[in-house]
């Protein structure tokens, strides 16, 4: 099992911190793992990403081009990694924000409210965990209690408290993600 991940969006959406519980998280389940982050140097605001790879092999490069899942947070990313997912592979978006839906037919495509969602719980910090939740339960790689752990590993131990609300985010992460259908181009007579 390797699962190759591009996780991207703006600064200060907790995108380099969802990988990195994903990191810490394969780390307690015994996996070979990559963290690889990347952004502008404005940091908030700016577009960041991060490649994660989970594999049960050790990993040649933590460099991809191509893909096994995109989990895409702004329009800018949707433009620069839609075509990175492998054929067949999966593409994860939060709609908040996007104009351009993704259009590819060739690969699997989901939707979450994510920031609806963070927002309705009453804690906008805690969607890139609802974002985490919908990716788990597309691909459930990851055990509930190793993701557990990778928080208690990768959250300062002041903010411990804050693990249960985490967890009920992924919990409605798993909840509310949607298949999205790419529509057919009308042809107009």
């Known amino acids: 099992m390797t699962e190759e991940i591009i996780i991207a969006g703006f600064g200060g959406q907790g995108v380099l911190s969802m990988g990195k519980i994903l990191a810490y998280s394969g780390i307690m389940q015994n996996q070979e793992v990559s963290w690889m ?12 990403n991060v490649i994660v790879i989970l594999s049960d092999e050790r990993i040649s490069s933590p460099y991809l081009k191509i893909v096994d899942t995109a989990i895409i947070l702004n329009q800018q990313s949707m433009d620069k990694f839609e075509g990175s997912v ?7 978006y939060d709609s908040n924000g996007i104009t351009h839906h993704p259009s590819r037919k060739d690969i699997r495509i989901f939707q979450i409210e994510g920031t609806k969602l963070a927002a309705e719980m009453g804690n906008k910090k805690i969607f890139n965990m609802v974002i985490l939740g919908g990716f788990l339960k597309e691909k459930p790689i990851i055990k509930i209690e190793n993701v ?14 804050l693990i249960p609300l985490n967890m009920e985010a992924i919990t409605v992460g798993m909840i509310n993600i949607v298949p999205f259908k790419v529509e057919e181009p009308q042809l107009h007579h």
């Open 148 to 161: 557990i752990e990778g928080l208690k590993k990768s959250i300062s131990e002041r903010y411990h408290h």
């Open 86 to 92: 492998k054929p067949g592979g999966v593409l994860i």
């Open 37 to 48: 982050p990347s952004y502008g140097p404005e940091m908030r605001g700016g577009t960041a």
